[in-house]
T-cell receptor, first 113, second 113 residues
Framework: DSGVTQTPKHLITATGQRVTLRCSPRSGDLSVYWYQQSLDQGLQFLIQYYNGEERAKGNILERFSAQQFPDLHSELNLSSLELGDSALYFC????????????FGPGTRLTVT | AQSVTQPDIHITVSEGASLELRCNYS??????LFWYVQSPGQGLQLLLKYFSGDTLVQGIKGFEAEFKRSQSSFNLRKPSVHWSDAAEYFCAVVPRTGNQFYFGTGTSLTVIP
């Protein structure tokens, strides 16, 4: 158990819908990272927040957005969902703003039908 | 272009045999180097990491990795594989001047009795 929690564990929704994935970092960690793992794209970094502010951006679609709240939990919002958005979405956290070492949550499996 | 390469998509070994998983990177300066393991349906667990110093790094579960600057490699090894080691293994880097993880495409390990 890494100490990073993600909810829900599984999510099934239809194309065109919007979903929110939630992540709670390890106690004391200020940075949260979001990743997408799909069969065709592999593991891709989406976005990082550090203490409430966006720190780095990767291959995140415009239909996706994220935020980190004052209590440091983070939410990843996915809208206008497409079949290709079906993937495992991981959250990770680290103490500082550097990505030197991250602890990963168990992931949320999103299925878009 | 910067990249992380895991040339072996799938490896099968017998239980008790030795294992070596290959990882090569292409970055200007030696990045921070990591190996993660992912069991089916699970999140990513950190096996070991290399930041600097001794080029032979010991990790959890009996794994070790050797950094070779001349070959831009960070290969993962285990002297004697156990059936529970069957999983997907990911090599990852964080550039020294960057702030995000780049993952290889993964190597799937099957262990046969």
């Amino acid at each position: 158990d890494s100490g990073v929690t993600q909810t829900p564990k599984h999510l099934i929704t239809a194309t065109g819908q919007r979903v929110t994935l939630r992540c709670s970092p390890r106690s004391g960690d200020l940075s949260v990272y979001w990743y997408q793992q799909s069969l065709d794209q592999g593991l891709q970094f989406l976005i990082q927040y550090y203490n409430g502010e966006e720190r780095a951006k990767g291959n995140i679609l415009e239909r996706f957005s994220a935020q980190q709240f004052p209590d440091l939990h983070s939410e990843l919002n996915l809208s206008s969902l497409e079949l290709g958005d079906s993937a495992l979405y991981f959250c990770a956290s680290s103490v500082g703003g550097r990505a030197n070492e991250q602890y990963f949550g168990p992931g949320t499996r999103l299925t878009v039908t | 272009a910067q990249s992380v390469t895991q040339p072996d998509i799938h490896i099968t070994v017998s239980e008790g045999a030795s294992l070596e998983l290959r990882c090569n990177y292409s970055y200007g300066a030696t990045p921070y180097l990591f190996w993660y393991v992912q069991s089916p349906g699970q999140g990513l667990q950190l096996l070991l990491k290399y930041f600097s110093g001794d080029t032979l790094v010991q990790g959890i579960k009996g794994f070790e990795a050797e950094f070779k600057r001349s070959q831009s490699s960070f290969n993962l090894r285990k002297p004697s594989v156990h059936w529970s080691d069957a999983a997907e293994y990911f090599c990852a880097v964080v550039p020294r001047t960057g702030n995000q993880f780049y993952f290889g495409t993964g190597t799937s390990l099957t262990v046969i009795p």
